[in-house]
């Protein structure tokens, strides 16, 4: 991957924006987009973790966000304070997950030919496991489902997969394609092609 030092505050800071516009509503509506947070904390280590003195405080910096997020939308906007369990703190291991798979890969591959491939595969793997962790533990310690088995709840939480992996692949897509077509421009820029006499 390049060198992204110097892009890195500016990264964090479009990375603080992306959450802060649509952490409100998990999947969208007509006037609001759906949750870029699993993509977030996914793309802070993709781009982040090579920085390691912002990588550890941009991580903490963005579970504070999502904390405060929640804290005013439910306390403020008539949000329903439902996931507000003893559960809740298990997003910081499932941001945890996504935050270190994204820079997994950022130190060992290139954004480009089978890098991509391997990139799309690291983030689908990524996203389940967030998915399937955060569901699992809401089920074990939120205090909700005492009455309803293991399976029934993976039943009715599995149809939600689709939407959860899908967004949050088309939000960690579009930044990559944006970051690649940011690097084209800036090569052209630096070495234009010499014009043939």
């Not at 390049?2 to 992306?18: D, E, G, M, R, T």
């Not at 997950?97 to 990139?119: E, T």
Request: glycine fraction near 6%; proline fraction near 3%.
């Amino acid at each position: 991957m390049n060198n992204l030092q110097f892009k890195s505050p500016i990264i964090f800071a479009l990375l603080v924006v992306l959450m802060a516009v649509t952490r409100f509503s998990h999947f969208g509506s007509a006037v609001t987009l759906p949750d870029a947070s699993l993509a977030v904390f996914f793309l802070g280590g993709l781009y982040l973790a090579r920085s390691t003195r912002l990588s550890m405080v941009a991580f903490c910096a963005l579970i504070v966000e999502a904390g405060l997020i929640d804290y005013y939308a439910t306390t403020t906007q008539g949000i329903s304070d439902w996931c507000m369990t003893p559960a809740y703190w298990f997003l910081i291991p499932t941001y945890g997950s996504l935050w270190f798979a994204g820079s997994w890969f950022s130190v060992r591959y290139k954004m480009q030919g089978k890098g991509l491939f391997g990139l799309g595969m690291i983030a689908w793997f990524a996203f389940s496991f967030a998915f399937m962790f955060s569901n699992a533990t809401f089920y074990l310690f939120s205090g909700s489902f005492d009455a309803m088995s293991a399976a029934e709840y993976t039943s009715r939480v599995s149809q939600y997969y689709g939407s959860y992996i899908s967004v949050a692949l088309l939000y960690s897509a579009c930044a990559i394609a944006l970051h690649m077509m940011f690097d084209m421009l800036v090569k052209q820029h630096v070495h234009p092609r010499s014009e043939v006499v």
